[in-house]
């Protein structure tokens, strides 16, 4: 019998476990290039205006997401149980990780980094 989903009431109690699920530098490297991709295939949707490049961003995204997770981190990605907060905290990682900050945001949550 599977454990019902951890409730969390806001994504500041969700971020350290999102971070626990991506310990892994490849893993969250991954997420890093599927993110920035995404950023890409917006501004082709908008100048192209194809709103079919928007799904492709998604699977672009998801794809390097889901790899980095089974393949990689050997763990199930986060967005099947809480989707809005690991949409959200995706960006948020990507941020850091473009600013630098991602070891730091590791080390204050006390995640031990792969």
Do not use: C
């Amino acid at each position: 019998m599977s454990q019902p989903a951890k409730t969390y009431n806001n994504l500041k109690e969700f971020w350290p476990f999102y971070l626990s699920e991506h310990s892994n530098r490849t893993n969250r490297n991954l997420h890093f290039v599927g993110t920035s991709m995404v950023f890409i295939w917006l501004g082709l949707a908008i100048a192209y205006l194809n709103p079919w490049y928007l799904l492709v961003a998604l699977f672009n995204a998801y794809g390097f997401a889901w790899f980095g997770h089974f393949i990689i981190e050997k763990n199930r990605p986060a967005t099947f149980k809480y989707p809005v907060k690991s949409f959200v905290s995706d960006f948020r990682m990507w941020f850091y990780t473009l600013t630098g900050q991602i070891g730091k945001q590791m080390q204050e949550h006390n995640i031990k980094d792969k």
